[in-house]
């Protein structure tokens, strides 16, 4: 009995007659899986990105607000002196990268202060005291910039000021182009992986069609005794089974007839 197995199809020649088709196999085995890989990237990315920038969002709106509110704490604690208001607002601004503009206005809706970062006006500078006091996004939408404001309470001194402050996200925009150019690095990283696996996986397959389609040659011209032995735990090895079964039944077919004959 012949026994086919991985070594034999490197001894007997290398390559077989049939390179155009192992070459078309090969080839849709391989894109087969990098279009999948491709997608699960896409969708990933998809998914992923917005829910970031998302996020990246709320952190921003959750920390102007938290800003403005410790401000007003602290104009709670001062006088309404200009100086005094000066020096908190030029502290704040300090301590806030993000923060661009902050405005303190009288309960009779004068301007009591004002401190902009240099750099560029914030968006809305000419608003209304009745429009500015509307949390939200203001600016374009590759400039923007996020406005809140805080009232100081009845029982300071500085009663019924409120406090306008606009953010811009310079921060945020950093780390999520940041982040989204690392995730794009990991994703095409991804994708070349698979591309690699893909074609690996496929030259196994092209390498196990290649055993099944020798030994069913040598069969067809009549070498019976042959066996495919592969180890491939799939349903190539469960075809390469099957031929064997198959030509062991026509050996012992032949073998009966013969005996009929005599």
Do not use: C, K
Request: aromatic share 4%.
């Amino acid at each position: 009995m012949t026994v086919i197995g991985a070594a034999d199809d490197h001894r007997h020649g290398g390559r077989l007659p049939t390179a155009e088709p192992r070459r078309r196999l090969r080839q849709r085995i391989a894109r087969r899986v990098t279009v999948v890989a491709t997608a699960s990237v896409a969708l990933v990315t998809a998914v992923v990105v917005p829910l970031a920038v998302r996020t990246g969002v709320e952190a921003v709106e959750a920390t102007a607000r938290f800003s403005v509110a410790q401000f007003v704490r602290d104009l709670e604690m001062s006088s309404t002196s200009p100086s005094r208001t000066s020096a908190v607002m030029d502290r704040w601004l300090e301590l806030n990268p993000d923060l661009r503009r902050v405005r303190l206005v009288g309960p009779d809706a004068g301007m009591l202060g004002e401190r902009r970062r240099q750099g560029g006006t914030a968006p809305g500078a000419d608003e209304p005291i009745v429009v500015a006091l509307q949390s939200g996004w203001i600016g374009l939408p590759w400039n923007p910039a996020y406005r809140t404001y805080g009232v100081v309470p009845p029982d300071a001194r500085a009663a019924g000021s409120v406090v306008i402050a606009e953010f811009l996200p310079e921060t945020l925009i950093r780390r999520t182009v940041g982040g989204v150019a690392l995730l794009v690095l990991l994703l095409t990283g991804i994708v070349w992986g698979a591309r690699i696996m893909a074609r690996s996986l496929a030259d196994g397959i092209v390498a196990d069609v290649d055993l099944v389609r020798q030994g069913v040659g040598r069969i067809r011209e009549g070498q019976l005794d042959v066996r495919i032995e592969l180890d491939s735990r799939d349903e190539i090895q469960e075809l390469a089974e099957a031929v064997n079964a198959m030509a062991e039944t026509l050996s012992d077919t032949i073998d009966r007839l013969r005996a009929a004959n005599q």
